[in-house]
């Protein structure tokens, strides 16, 4: 059975850093899209940056170009999203999510087959 598990939330003051971790059980996603999605109290899940590992393509929603950065280690199935300045507009739970198919980062949270749990982050102003 497939498992995402996201960790690293938290609280944190406004221009600090997190890393987020989704580490994934089950199967291997060595040649897989992943991608990370946030979303806010009542608003709709969105994408936040997603890469695909056989192509190296990586693509960020602009508002987090420059301050997110998405890596992985492959000996632990761990994707890990950096996340450096961040902002009060940052604040969401945030998820790492899995394409079985297809080597294109896609922004649609539809295009994803598999979630993790989420993780909160709070940014304070």
């Known amino acids: 059975q497939v498992q995402l598990v996201e960790s690293g939330g938290g609280l944190v003051q406004a221009g600090g850093s997190l890393r987020l971790s989704c580490t994934t059980s089950g199967r291997t996603f060595s040649s897989h899209t992943m991608a990370w999605f946030r979303q806010a109290p009542g608003k709709e899940r969105k994408f936040v940056g997603g890469?695909?590992?056989?192509?190296?393509?990586?693509y960020y929603e602009d508002s987090v170009k420059g301050r997110f950065t998405i890596s992985r280690d492959n000996a632990s199935n761990t994707v890990y999203l950096q996340m450096n300045t961040l902002k009060p507009e940052d604040t969401a739970v945030y998820y790492c999510?899995?394409?079985?198919?297809?080597?294109?980062?896609?922004?649609?949270?539809?295009?994803?087959?598999?979630w993790g749990q989420g993780t909160q982050v709070t940014v304070s102003s």
């Open positions: 999510a899995v394409r079985s198919v297809g080597l294109t980062v896609v922004r649609a949270p539809g295009a994803y087959d598999y």
């Open positions: 890469t695909n590992w056989r192509t190296s393509n990586t």
